[in-house]
């Protein structure tokens, strides 16, 4: 976007012209007298002749140059400021044998609860580019995969490392959600939040999920919690004492109504995922919750781009100058 800061300037050089032609009038005197004038039609026109009549063209070029230089052309250049406001999320994500259970397989691919899970929180990561994101995984224990980051290439990668059987069997969902709390303690972020998953019920840990719950209220952090089990009972892998593996069906262990009471004291929610495209629903809907404000301010700057049309102006202007002393200021050549 160009744009002229004194454009009043502009108008002169409606008074070029009227210059030109003062000048080319005051400069018309007789060089030598002759009688006849039909005599120098018959000249043949060189180019030098040309020249001669050009260097009224090149006055009024240089003029019309210096007029636009005035009148100050800039040039908009479009800027603006940025300002997020991020949310702080910790990602617990139960790691106990049970997540072993192949309920979440589609009909091309053999999936199990946990792969299912790390799938759909890597690409709810990829998504949030903006906030810091840590990653608990918890059986009997919590065990912190990563603080708070915005490195979100690692977190997905440890991410990914997540397996079954990393601490002691169990599910202590209280403990992880102390664990979790205890990450967001000294955040100042406009909003906290746990993402909780798990296939079980709290069986481990001396704190009480609704405990915990009440906990993570009074400093402001909201929990979602994610049940991850299908109605049915799922087809889950064993040790054979007699070697390899056996497929035996174990029910759906769930405590929902614990679940549902922890997301409700934080102001959370709770759902319920039964295969891989509810689970990747549920955080769709997550995401949406508790999108990321951005605020976005524009103005425009401008540059001064008057030195070129200045430097062509000096330029017509010496040229015009050498042409005009020279022998085609004078008579024709």
Not at 28 to 57: C, K, Q, S
Not at 200 to 221: D, Q, W
Not at 292 to 313: D, N, S
Request: glycine share 6%; charged share 25%.
């Amino acid at each position: 976007m160009i744009r002229f800061a004194h454009p009043w300037f502009l108008l002169s050089a409606l008074l070029i012209v009227p210059l030109l032609w003062a000048r080319a009038r005051m400069a018309r005197r007789a060089v030598f007298p002759f009688t006849n004038d039909r005599v120098l039609t018959r000249v043949p026109a060189t180019w030098g002749v040309a020249i001669a009549r050009a260097l009224p063209a090149l006055r009024g070029g240089a003029l019309l140059l210096l007029v636009v230089a005035l009148a100050r052309p800039q040039r908009g250049l479009q800027e603006s400021i940025v300002r997020v406001e991020a949310v702080d999320i910790v990602l617990v994500m139960d790691v106990s044998t049970s997540m072993r259970a192949l309920d979440f397989s589609t009909s091309t691919r053999r999936m199990d609860r946990l792969d299912a899970a790390k799938e759909v929180a890597a690409a709810f990561v990829s998504q949030r580019p903006s906030d810091r994101i840590a990653l608990i995984a918890f059986s009997a224990l919590p065990y912190t995969m990563a603080p708070l980051t915005l490195d979100h290439e690692w977190l997905r990668t440890r991410i990914g490392e997540l397996r079954t059987g990393m601490v002691e069997d169990g599910t202590a969902i209280g403990t992880a959600i102390a664990s979790a709390i205890n990450r967001l303690r000294d955040s100042a972020a406009r909003s906290r939040v746990i993402v909780l998953l798990t296939d079980g019920i709290n069986n481990m840990g001396s704190i009480s999920p609704e405990n915990a719950a009440e906990a993570a209220r009074a400093l402001g952090v909201r929990i979602y919690t994610i049940g991850a089990a299908s109605h049915e009972a799922a087809v889950y892998p064993v040790r054979d004492p007699f070697g390899g593996e056996r497929f035996v069906r174990v029910p759906p262990d769930l405590d929902e109504d614990s679940l549902r009471r922890v997301a409700e004291i934080t102001g959370g929610r709770y759902y319920r995922a039964t295969d891989l495209v509810s689970l990747e629903s549920i955080y769709k809907e997550i995401d949406a919750l508790e999108k990321t404000e951005i605020e976005t301010e524009q103005y425009t700057r401008y540059a001064e781009v008057f030195p070129p049309w200045v430097l062509a102006a000096l330029v017509v202007l010496a040229v015009e100058r050498v042409l005009a002393r020279g022998r085609w200021g004078g008579l024709p050549a």
